[in-house]
């Protein structure tokens, strides 16, 4: 949704953020969209972090007490600063997938480019990667998003009829995974976990990807009333958060552009290690301003929330 809508959006570590509903799918997270970087950072720093007292916003079981804490290294102090992205990026690894990057529409593709091109200029060293058997992994996401989102539904089995047809499709397609199939899935969830994990810990910082492989799509006019049931299109549409989501590494995005004919805004996805948000929040500060030279586009339909300022 924030790479579609040219805001900015945090996808913690999975659990960073976490969720007081006893049936949450394992591939959910939970973060804010916002503005910009900085109302990023304050949500997160409150939604993730404790109290006055100290005690967990959130009942946690005992286990996550052993959690890195939540922290952004200094981000706080950094931001107030002029000038700093050049130190923040400067030998910074950014890990790209070149293959999978061009597995998008020309205009999100030149976007993309363009901002490796000014991380390049900052200092930033980009890394060629590979991340293989991604077909499978995507498998194994809609298996293991589908089945969870099925078996919640079962405690709400009286309200199926007022599902959306589309709806139903979904939860019909995660009720035919059999049960040795979602564990296989997890298994292939396993294999995806050690094959990121080894990938910051030896050759890369970050990893960059367009936020979506192509702007909004146009809705037809039957949607509202009728639904619309595209799996073809919400796959392409996810094509470069499912590694991450199921993996649970943090991800954020940030608008880079502007189709030149709809004005429909393009996003660029920034992944980094398990409990280093910190460091996302330190490449995105001022790379958005850098990139996104005009600033933040204001919608045809705007509302100041703060202001008198209404559009």
């Known amino acids: 949704p924030a790479g579609l809508c040219g805001c900015v959006g945090l996808k913690p570590t999975f659990q960073r953020i976490p969720s007081d509903s006893f049936h949450s799918s394992s591939v959910y997270h939970l973060g804010p969209m916002t503005n910009n970087i900085h109302d990023a950072a304050l949500a997160y720093a409150i ?9 967990d916003h959130h009942s946690r079981p005992l286990s996550w007490n052993k959690l890195p804490p939540v922290h952004l290294h200094g981000y706080m102090k950094s931001s107030s600063k002029s000038g700093t992205t050049a ?20 205009n999100v593709v030149s976007a993309t480019k363009n901002a490796i091109e000014y ?21 194994a996401h809609g298996c293991t998003i589908l089945t969870e989102m099925n078996d919640f539904m079962f405690h709400h089995k009286d309200n199926w009829e007022k599902l959306s047809p589309e709806t139903k499709v979904s939860l019909s397609i995660g009720k035919s995974w059999s049960s ?6 997890q298994k292939i969830r396993r ?15 970050i990893l960059l990807s367009p936020a979506t492989s192509c702007c909004a799509p146009l809705f037809r006019e039957d949607t509202l009333s009728h639904g619309e049931s595209n799996l073809a299109q919400t796959s392409t549409l996810m094509r470069y958060m499912i590694h991450g989501n199921l993996t649970g590494i943090p991800a954020m995005v940030f608008p880079i552009g502007y189709d030149e ?5 393009i996003s660029l996805q920034i992944q ?28 045809t339909m705007y509302v100041d929330m703060l202001g008198a300022d209404t559009r």
């Open 47 to 55: 939604m993730a972090g404790r109290t006055e007292s100290g005690t």
């Open 261 to 265: 004919e709809t004005a429909l805004p």
């Open 87 to 106: 130190t923040v990026l400067k030998g910074l690894r950014i890990g790209i997938f070149e293959d999978h990057i061009n597995d998008a529409d020309d």
């Open 180 to 185: 040795s199939e979602f564990c296989a899935a």
């Open 119 to 139: 991380f390049k200029s900052q200092g930033a060293q980009i890394v060629s990667i590979d991340l293989p058997h991604l077909q499978e992994i995507h498998m």
């Open 191 to 205: 294999y995806a976990m050690h094959q990121i994990e080894n990938l910051f810990r030896s050759k890369v910082d």
């Open 272 to 299: 980094a290690a398990h409990w280093r948000e910190d460091l996302l929040f330190h490449v995105a500060k001022d790379s958005m301003q850098g990139i996104l030279k005009r600033g933040v586009a204001k919608p």
